[in-house]
């Protein structure tokens, strides 16, 4: 070999060992459902998604949703302290919900999430919302906005208004793929799910749509999530459905537990199918209907920490045996966002012992010398130590899966919790630590 | 230029491109202090350190520590609900301490941390403890214990009980800096500190070890450090110096959120020196000596965290006007904790919108509207949003120092603390999810 191709050779080995770190950018993460959902189209729910370029070029970026006359909604948003004037906007417009004879409208965008920009932020919610509402023939507090995108920059709302006709002009039953599309942000691709149920007999479908990519991705604040029933639920009960649903899928799912300022979550009802309205969420008749919102909501959950930055597995955290199931679930989530335990999984490492330490440092009781850690099915430790069958090529094995489940059972009662999250791997820290430069 | 030399170029430049990524291994921190510290002896305490091979070779990795009679100590643990067999032991001796006229004896190896071990780790426990008791001439009760590294793996304690009489036999006074380098684990330089002081015009004498290299490393188990002073304080007034000192040193600092199962902070007095005991915290001729300790204990605490696994900065996290300290203390440490906080300054990126995420979250008290914040003294943020005056290149100018300074004041109240941390970088995933394959 000559020293020309020697030399050649020793680059592209290089440039291959940078490629392996630096992550690929522009494709879509490894852990993406490999299977496209067929979303079923709600009676009295129409979509459109047009290019408004508030940041991005060449994409959609703005998603209008509209709720046909007897619609009803929901919401769950984040707690943080410092979330965003959409939010606070969309707060208040649930606090002041009636029913009403006018149809209520979505409209959200990508790139700017509008969070930190004091009374101009009020301003440019307004401004979307008044807008929308004079299109779909509503009132301004019937329109929900929300913003996903950059903190801290004045959202030209301007944009969004120029667009607002169009948007209103091109709705669709069937464009759910096209408005998942529009609100995403460093998302790698399009989430959307869609199931159908029983309510007295009557079929009933439930789609939705979320982003992610993070609980928070990097400037790219938020998780946005919009589904759409034509169940006649009644506000309060539809929800205490979906405070329920939100506790076992997107309150149970971390990429980085950083929370967004924008976190948004919205539910509504048209109320079309031709069942007796239901006004209490413990209606006998809503068993088919919670297990099948619970399914849509998981589902979007899990899309999203799949889409988690830099992700590269998968991950379920069951606890068990915890005092509560309060304080499995606090436990569920040390492990899931010990730095420690997610850069371990992100080098297949069967590292059992950063479990341990993760149980430890969650501030709730847990039985050091009855603690069992398991690995899908393989029996890591119990009794306070390593199991005696346990090999640690075993566990090496099943590392390298990009599904994983880890399961701990804490020793000193019988709560319970699953949470989900990722790997924390060199791609995340190359998203947040270059984004912006 | 021939083929062959625009080839090498390229080479070169890949080869660099993939060294700032993957991080020096086996070189000191840049944060490392710069000047080597002058280490006052204490009366009464000698020290020895001495390779047993545990798991590392061609180091020394076990340490002795002895206090002379009259002598008494004051400790510190971990919290976690799994912590070690040797610091259940350490708890227990101090729990049963009196004033006694042997001595007291602290042994601590590196390599393995004796933890999640079952009663194997009792037994290698009181090993170490009996045979420094003898080697000593004190009971097994008046030892204390320590072990950093492996998580889950039998101590072979036979080790380190047959250095034992080598590590009783080179006792001397002035060996603090070799006691420090044979605690080392993934530690990239040896932390210790000393300082002097008067009580009633007495100079009197603290100085002290600790070794990282983050709240826990990663199998790497431990934050352990030992300081020791010839001051007259009673056990209990030391106790109470040392719990005040620990919460605003080694409790106010983080590099990844996770706590270890093993650590230990003993800080012993061996009341040689010549003014009258104190057995009151409050004794106001105390005051320089709080201060001096306060100092010493920061100082290593710094130092823990200027070694924090991959450490490219070292960050002052300042917030002011919250409810309460405690407040302000976890809102200081949802910003020290937050992965894209900390990914942000890896990137050197003046990213303010996380600070706002990171205040938001934390869960206590803010006035969104009322937010100022601020890089060193560059304001970057006011009145809920970005100040008039700040240019982003100030912001990343700024971001370029190794040491920086973020304050968040949230407007409420007259709350205040500092906690301190390093950034997240390539380097921190390379070294955790890499360690053990």
């Given at each position: 070999?000559?020293?020309?191709?020697?030399?050649?050779?020793?680059?592209?080995?290089?440039?291959?060992?940078?490629?392996?770190?630096?992550?690929?950018?522009?494709?879509?993460?490894?852990?993406?459902?490999?299977?496209?959902?067929?979303?079923?189209?709600?009676?009295?729910?129409?979509?459109?998604?047009?290019?408004?370029?508030?940041?991005?070029?060449?994409?959609?970026?703005?998603?209008?949703?509209?709720?046909?006359?007897?619609?009803?909604?929901?919401?769950v948003?984040t707690k943080?302290?410092?979330?965003?004037?959409?939010?606070?906007?969309?707060?208040?417009?649930?606090?002041?919900?009636?029913?009403?004879?006018?149809?209520?409208?979505?409209?959200?965008?990508?790139?700017?999430?509008?969070?930190?920009?004091?009374?101009?932020?009020?301003?440019?919610?307004?401004?979307?919302?008044?807008?929308?509402?004079?299109?779909?023939?509503?009132?301004?507090?019937?329109?929900?906005?929300?913003?996903?995108?950059?903190?801290?920059?004045?959202?030209?709302?301007?944009?969004?208004?120029?667009?607002?006709?169009?948007?209103?002009?091109?709705?669709?039953?069937?464009?759910?793929?096209?408005?998942?599309?529009?609100?995403?942000?460093?998302?790698?691709?399009?989430?959307?799910a869609?199931?159908?149920?029983?309510?007295?007999?009557?079929?009933?479908?439930?789609?939705?749509?979320a982003?992610g990519?993070g609980m928070?991705?990097?400037?790219?604040?938020?998780m946005?999530a919009?589904?759409?029933?034509?169940?006649?639920?009644?506000?309060?009960?539809?929800?205490?459905?979906l405070n329920e649903g939100t506790a076992i899928s997107f309150n149970a799912v971390t990429v980085d537990g950083d929370t967004s300022?924008?976190d948004?979550l919205?539910?509504?009802?048209?109320?079309?199918?031709?069942?007796?309205?239901?006004?209490?969420?413990?209606?006998?008749?809503?068993?088919?209907?919670?297990?099948?919102l619970n399914t849509l909501l998981r589902d979007l959950a899990h899309q999203v920490v799949r889409?988690g930055?830099?992700?590269?597995?998968f991950i379920e955290v069951q606890v068990t045996?915890a005092?509560t199931n309060a304080a499995a679930k606090k436990i569920a989530l040390s492990i899931a966002n010990s730095?420690?335990?997610?850069?371990?999984?992100?080098?297949?490492?069967?590292?059992?012992?950063?479990?341990?330490?993760?149980?430890?440092?969650s501030?709730e009781?847990?039985?050091?010398?009855?603690?069992?850690?398991?690995?899908?099915?393989?029996?890591?430790?119990?009794?306070?130590?390593?199991?005696?069958?346990?090999?640690?090529?075993?566990?090496?094995?099943?590392?390298?899966?990009?599904?994983?489940i880890v399961s701990a059972?804490?020793?000193?009662?019988?709560g319970e919790a699953k949470v989900w999250t990722c790997?924390?791997?060199?791609?995340?820290?190359?998203?947040?630590?270059?984004?912006?430069?």
């Amino acid at each position: 070999m000559s020293d020309l191709e020697e030399v050649q050779r020793q680059l592209a080995e290089t440039k291959a060992a940078l490629a392996a770190i630096k992550g690929k950018d522009g494709t879509v993460s490894p852990l993406a459902p490999s299977s496209t959902y067929d979303i079923f189209t709600v009676p009295g729910v129409t979509l459109s998604a047009v290019a408004a370029e508030v940041r991005y070029t060449g994409r959609d970026d703005v998603m209008m949703m509209k709720l046909d006359s007897g619609s009803t909604i929901a919401g769950v948003f984040t707690k943080s302290a410092t979330r965003s004037a959409p939010v606070l906007w969309c707060e208040n417009a649930l606090a002041q919900l009636t029913d009403s004879n006018e149809p209520i409208g979505v409209i959200a965008n990508a790139g700017n999430s509008n969070a930190f920009t004091g009374f101009a932020g009020e301003e440019s919610t307004k401004a979307m919302a008044v807008g929308t509402a004079e299109a779909l023939g509503t009132l301004p507090e019937r329109v929900f906005v929300a913003s996903t995108g950059v903190i801290g920059e004045r959202l030209p709302h301007q944009k969004i208004e120029a667009v607002i006709g169009k948007l209103a002009d091109t709705l669709d039953p069937s464009c759910w793929s096209q408005g998942a599309s529009a609100i995403m942000t460093t998302d790698t691709f399009p989430k959307v799910a869609s199931v159908q149920c029983e309510i007295d007999g009557e079929t009933i479908t439930i789609s939705g749509m979320a982003k992610g990519s993070g609980m928070i991705a990097p400037d790219m604040a938020t998780m946005l999530a919009f589904a759409a029933t034509d169940a006649n639920i009644g506000q309060a009960a539809l929800q205490t459905l979906l405070n329920e649903g939100t506790a076992i899928s997107f309150n149970a799912v971390t990429v980085d537990g950083d929370t967004s300022t924008s976190d948004t979550l919205l539910l509504s009802a048209t109320r079309q199918a031709n069942h007796l309205r239901i006004e209490d969420a413990e209606d006998a008749r809503l068993a088919d209907f919670r297990n099948a919102l619970n399914t849509l909501l998981r589902d979007l959950a899990h899309q999203v920490v799949r889409d988690g930055e830099g992700a590269s597995k998968f991950i379920e955290v069951q606890v068990t045996g915890a005092e509560t199931n309060a304080a499995a679930k606090k436990i569920a989530l040390s492990i899931a966002n010990s730095p420690l335990v997610k850069t371990a999984f992100a080098g297949e490492d069967p590292n059992w012992g950063r479990i341990v330490m993760a149980v430890g440092k969650s501030g709730e009781k847990a039985d050091r010398d009855a603690l069992t850690i398991r690995f899908g099915d393989i029996l890591v430790a119990e009794k306070g130590w390593v199991a005696d069958g346990y090999r640690e090529e075993d566990g090496a094995a099943y590392m390298r899966a990009q599904d994983l489940i880890v399961s701990a059972d804490v020793g000193v009662g019988n709560g319970e919790a699953k949470v989900w999250t990722c790997d924390l791997t060199y791609a995340y820290v190359r998203i947040n630590a270059d984004y912006r430069s």
